[in-house]
């Protein structure tokens, strides 16, 4: 499993944009399929976007499309979430998690596929 740490949640005005980012190590990253998730107060944990372990095919839950931006530096073990046009309900913790056991360019689309979870950071969007 890989030791994952995020960081770059803070607050922002709704429209307002914001990175997060996640390092990991204890592995291989690269062999990592990678996904960002969130879980807001009081609801379950939701994929937001997720990147294949060559960083070829990206995906997103609708609530991220045309928004949201995942990327990923097999280099320097990173993957990034930038989050464009915040709405107020996009407030939450954000969580990045890695996925074993996928081919290089196959996309994670279940949280039961990930095995390694960050700490998560706040998100919060005021109105």
């Known amino acids: 499993q890989l030791q994952l740490v995020e960081s770059g949640g803070g607050l922002v005005q709704a429209g307002g944009s914001l990175r997060v980012s996640c390092v990991a190590s204890g592995g291989t990253f690269s062999d990592y399929a990678m996904g960002w998730f969130r879980q807001a107060p009081g609801k379950e944990r939701e994929l937001v976007a997720a990147?294949?372990?060559?960083?070829?095919?990206?995906y997103y839950e609708n609530v991220a499309k045309g928004r949201f931006t995942i990327t990923r530096d097999n280099a320097k073990n990173t993957v990034q979430l930038e989050m464009n046009s915040l709405r107020p309900e996009d407030t939450a913790v954000y969580y990045c998690a890695a996925a074993p056991d996928f081919w290089l360019h196959e996309i994670a689309p279940r949280a039961s596929e990930y095995d390694s979870w960050g700490q998560g950071t706040q998100v919060t969007v005021s109105s």
């Open positions: 990147i294949s372990r060559s960083a070829e095919n990206q």
